[in-house]
């Protein structure tokens, strides 16, 4: 597998604001993007809107160092120059071991019509889903991946509780989804059972399905279906491994302290 953790320079707290000019070095609550800001220009409402969202900015070592909105930290400009921020991938299996798929919607600005694990999405920059520990950057976030679930696909907070999922490791990767838009990040890995009740929004995403190990590995061969790339790096090195011991032996893969660069 190529590397795709290239980058010019390593971005930290001592030189993040010389780089980036629009990196709050504290932690911020909202960063607003405009309607008529050139790089949004024909892109879905909502999808704009989600722009403002605040992520939070990382040196190399997981470190929270600044926020930036998710517009800025998904700009290839940005990310050639090192930017990094956290986020997250949840994997929800059922009662049948078997693995909720979603495929993102057509309005997506980054990986449109791509299928993917069950959730990814990206922490906040609020106290509530930030931390610098990785205890505590953990348990921000489980808040996250339960805050996204339900506004991606209707899965009620009381139908998948905070101490039900399970930390794996983390990765870090750098893929770009077009000329302009990408991703860097450090992603947190969560496994969770359980059985939900699914209402997906449209906006987000336009079809789910569970699969068993031999069905995901069907789909790949289908030169029609399009995936995530960082779907497809846990997929080529982790999934498998960890799905054939979902309910006997997970444990050991638990809490993993490194970062697995990709």
């Known amino acids: 597998m190529s590397s795709t953790t290239t980058q010019t320079q390593t971005v930290t707290a001592d030189n993040v604001l010389r780089l980036f000019p629009e990196v709050n070095t504290n932690l911020a609550s909202s960063h607003k993007a405009s309607i008529d800001d050139n790089d949004l220009q024909g892109y879905d409402e ?11 900015v990382l040196d190399d070592n997981d470190i929270p ?6 517009k800025v930290c998904h700009l290839m400009k940005n990310i050639d120059q090192g930017l990094l921020h ?4 949840v994997f929800l299996f059922d009662s049948k071991n078997r693995l909720l798929m979603q495929q993102r919607a057509t309005e997506k600005i980054t990986f449109p019509d791509m299928w993917t694990n069950t959730c990814c999405s990206h922490p906040l920059g609020v106290p509530s889903e930030t931390g ?5 950057a953990v348990q921000g976030v489980r808040r996250a991946a339960q805050r996204k ?3 991606e696909l209707g899965i009620k907070a009381a139908q998948v509780p905070l101490d039900r999922f399970q930390f794996l490791t983390r990765i ?3 893929a770009p989804s077009d000329g302009k838009w990408g991703e860097h990040e450090i992603d947190y ?3 969770i059972k359980a059985d939900v009740d699914v209402e997906a929004n449209p906006n987000e995403v336009q079809d789910t399905r569970y699969v068993t190990p031999a069905e995901l590995k069907e789909m790949f061969q289908d030169a029609g279906l399009k995936f995530t790339p960082w779907f497809k790096l846990i997929c080529h090195s982790m999934l498998f491994e960890w799905w054939e011991h979902l309910d006997h032996g997970l444990d050991q893969y638990l809490g993993e302290s490194q ?4």
């Open 46 to 56: 909502e999808q704009i809107r989600l722009m403002e969202e605040v992520c939070i």
């Open 65 to 70: 160092i600044g926020s930036a909105s998710k």
């Open 86 to 89: 956290r986020a997250f991938s």
């Open 132 to 136: 610098s520990e990785l205890e505590t």
């Open 149 to 151: 679930l339900d506004q």
């Open 172 to 174: 870090h990767y750098k």
């Open 189 to 191: 890995i969560l496994f």
């Open 259 to 262: 970062i697995r660069r990709m």
